[in-house]
């Protein structure tokens, strides 16, 4: 309030009823229910589907003390999912040390399988084109490949893209460059 960066009214009108949060490591009941929640929030969001977590994986989350609270367990269920190679993510996916109470950095995280990569490249380039594959701004232009190679590519690794109205559609069988704006 002294620097200007909270109105003085609203505060005191919120602290009338103070409530207090206890950290994460007071709340461990509270874990499974949360991981669960951003497993599936992430899993929908980088589109690698329905996200789950194994048992080992739960026990290895209710073990660590999770000095960073809520926002360190986000982070580190995102970086699992964004690692995973399957929907169900495992105590290996899971980069913390309970015993030491720290997370694991990633040895490279820059460093991800070639078709992994290719696949983010992909999304990346038909949510920015807004899932138009050819023509000037579409997905195979941002990527500068042509539109048949990018349509072989995302048959081979699975990627459908998305329509306007958001429903999933295959992607369209145009010939050579022409013009299948989606």
Known sequence: MAARQFREDLYYRLSVFPVRI????ERRDDIPELARHFTLQFGVKLRRGAQDLTPAALRR???????????????????????????????????IDPESHRTVPLSNPAVVPFAEAERRAILAALHASAGRISGSGGAADLLALKPTTLHAKMKKLGIRRQTSTGASAQPSRASGGGSSAG
């Open 22 to 25: 206890p950290p994460l490591r």
């Open 61 to 95: 989350l209710q073990t660590y003390d999770w000095p960073g609270n809520v926002r360190e367990l986000q982070n580190v269920i995102e970086r699992a999912v964004v690692l995973s190679r399957g929907i169900t993510l495992d105590v290996e996916a899971i980069a």
